[in-house]
């Protein structure tokens, strides 16, 4: 059985940094993509950033340069790094996989449970 397990989160003054980690278990064959998402109090689930197996990047508009997506291969495993952190910044950041576990007939949605972020003094 998959899981995607999120840590990195948790509580950071505005103009701070904070590294969120991920890592798949479970017996997968491939691995797709990556990305992060994350979701504030009152609004819809929003895309921050994906990274394709070959390490093609892409990052929300209002990214602006702050973040940056990595994974670690043959790790399972992706980052990302938030730098100048701004109190709109907050919300639950989740994990997202598209991959090919071993008893699926192919590729597929994979999310981890999330983790919080707060950017506030």
């Known amino acids: 059985q998959v899981q995607l397990v999120e840590s990195g989160g948790g509580l950071v003054q505005p103009g701070g940094s904070l590294r969120l980690s991920c890592v798949a278990s479970?017996?997968?064959?491939?691995?797709?993509?990556w990305g992060w998402y994350r979701q504030a109090p009152g609004k819809e689930r929003e895309l921050v950033a994906t990274?394709?197996?070959?390490?093609?990047?892409n990052y929300a508009d209002f990214v602006e340069g702050r973040f940056t997506i990595s994974r670690a291969f043959p790790k399972k495993e992706v980052y990302l790094q938030m730098n100048t952190l701004k109190p709109e910044d907050t919300a639950v950041y989740y994990c997202?996989?598209?991959?090919?576990?071993?008893?699926?007939?192919?590729?597929?949605?994979?999310w981890g449970q999330g983790t919080q972020v707060t950017v506030s003094s």
């Open positions: 990274i394709t197996n070959g390490g093609t990047s």
């Open positions: 997202n996989a598209d991959l090919w576990a071993k008893g699926t007939p192919s590729f597929s949605d994979y």
């Open positions: 479970g017996t997968i064959f491939s691995i797709n993509s």
